[in-house]
């Protein structure tokens, strides 16, 4: 870590920590209630008729949509990774991508499927120059060897969490009651305050992510330029051939055919991007064997997000059509299930920060905990199959059964989600740092667009059968995970 983040080993203003996580907690606090408040509302806006307010799309079509959004704006965690490495430096990109969410959210406002479709793509656009390069911020706060890093993501991640409890309150309610534009338009306003404070308090975070990294001598620097804008250039031809194609009539383009392609080049690119830096020159040999821990690490954490992340696609749509949602006697609308696993990780978030700090030598190994997350996950969804049999016979099943679901999940995310995120910055190497975190939310991107599989095959797979292949797959890869977990701890050279 460079050597001008070490006053901040000193620092401790924030609950023991730099002051700089107060701001960075609430600009990532203001941009997941935006991000989880039009999410709430995304699918339900989509299959609701239009006569409701809706744009009245099958279900196949609008888990299409879902997932093609929900993975692009993690896949451009990349794309902004690299931007604020080789340009601009992560602080001025979380700036403009702030700025482009807003306008996303704004663009929903109105009516029609051209300012639908411009409103996803200003926020996928937005959330990948965000998302990624505000965590590796986060890391930048510490010095090399600071034993309150884990603690301080755990925190950090906490303020994911209170803006996802926020969001569907305000948004859902508002979305549900009032008519979704109104729901969407309050999830911009968040993001407009996010951005205020962020400017306001910018100054907490010293020299953190002020420069771009580069990539060491100077025909590095150029060399990796050249690298990364011919392939946006590949990717800008590759759209517009795409689009010539589908506007001559040659080929039918579809959600459902661009979500499919997506599959494919989601997998390209992991492929592409761990061979280059396992096998690629110009790495040592720590950073090619750290490189590996994180492969292993990011297919686990795909597997995980792609059941996590139902909760805004087949979980939603449960909640929706099949649940009773009422609580004492009173109705409320089905969106607002979707804070209860936000709830339980924030009132869980700070007893679990604290254990690791607690354990000492003895806290588990990074891998140890995503095999825990992996297994809670399993459970999660195996409750669920006996509430998707009672549904499939037309009975709306008690409430209790997705509380149980997203309490199990919400202690899976725990164990995982900031695990991985401090694991990424402590592996990552400091002249590509905003990269690799991109690559890690390249996995997240990969669990997303497998969640939206998930809810394309809501109303064609029996409902017990699809949570039940999910269950599956979590417990298959939580095996995995512990089977793997001594070879990945070597490989992470002395990384605890």
């Not at 020159?281 to 990011?298: D, N, P």
């Not at 007893?351 to 690791?356: E, I, N």
């Not at 905990?369 to 499939?392: D, Q, R």
């Not at 109303?459 to 269950?471: C, D, E, H």
Request: charged share 10%.
């Amino acid at each position: 870590m460079p050597s001008d983040h070490a006053p901040a080993a000193a620092d401790t203003r924030f609950f023991g920590h730099p002051i700089g996580l107060a701001t960075l907690f609430f600009t990532e606090m203001f941009e997941r209630f935006s991000y989880y408040g039009m999410r709430a509302l995304l699918i339900l806006y989509m299959t609701h008729r239009v006569a409701q307010g809706g744009l009245g799309f099958a279900d196949a079509k609008a888990g299409a949509i879902y997932g093609l959004y929900t993975a692009m704006v993690y896949l451009l965690c990349l794309a902004g990774g690299w931007i604020a490495d080789t340009f601009i430096g992560q602080r001025r990109a979380v700036l403009a991508g702030g700025i482009l969410i807003a306008a996303g959210e704004f663009s929903l406002l109105a009516p029609g499927e051209t300012a639908f479709y411009t409103g996803l793509v200003l926020l996928m656009m937005g959330t990948g120059l965000l998302k990624g390069n505000v965590s590796t911020i986060v890391g930048q706060l510490y010095p090399a060897g600071d034993r309150r890093r884990d603690s301080g993501f755990s925190i950090f991640y906490m303020g994911i969490n209170a803006g996802a409890v926020a969001a569907p309150l305000v948004c859902g309610w508002l979305g549900q009651h009032y008519g979704f534009r109104l729901g969407f338009g309050a999830a911009g306003l968040g993001m407009l305050f996010g951005l205020a404070q962020y400017v306001a308090f910018g100054g907490s975070l010293g020299s953190a992510g002020s420069r771009a990294a580069g990539a060491g001598t100077e025909e590095a620097n150029r060399r990796k330029k050249r690298y990364g804008l011919a392939g946006a250039l590949a990717v800008l031809v590759a759209a517009g051939a795409a689009w010539a194609l589908g506007a001559g009539g040659v080929v039918r383009i579809t959600p459902e055919a661009i979500s499919g392609a997506l599959g494919y080049f989601l997998l390209l690119v992991t492929v592409a991007v761990f061979w280059w830096l396992i096998f690629g020159a110009g790495w040592s040999k720590e950073e090619r064997q750290r490189s590996t821990a994180i492969l292993v690490l990011f297919v686990l954490s795909a597997v995980f997000w792609a059941a996590l992340e139902q909760a805004g696609s087949s979980l939603n749509l449960f909640a929706d059509r099949a649940t009773r949602c009422v609580i004492l006697g009173r109705p409320f609308p089905s969106s607002w299930l979707q804070m209860v696993e936000p709830v339980f990780v924030v009132g869980l978030g700070s007893l679990v920060a604290w254990l690791w700090l607690a354990l000492g030598r003895r806290n588990p190994s990074s891998p140890a905990k995503f095999s825990l997350a992996l297994l809670l996950n399993a459970l999660a969804f195996a409750i669920l199959i006996p509430a998707a049999t009672m549904a499939a016979g037309g009975t709306r099943v008690s409430v209790l059964f997705l509380l149980g679901t997203y309490f199990l999940q919400a202690l899976g995310e725990l164990s995982l989600g900031p695990v991985g995120l401090s694991a990424v910055s402590k592996l990552a190497p400091a002249r590509a740092a905003g990269f690799m975190m991109g690559i890690w939310f390249l996995s997240i991107s990969i669990g997303d667009w497998l969640a939206g599989k998930a809810a394309s095959l809501y109303s064609s797979m029996p409902l017990p059968t699809l949570f039940g292949y999910v269950a599956a797959f979590s417990l298959l890869g939580a095996l995995a995970m512990l089977l793997l977990k001594r070879p990945t701890v070597r490989l992470m050279a002395g990384v605890k």
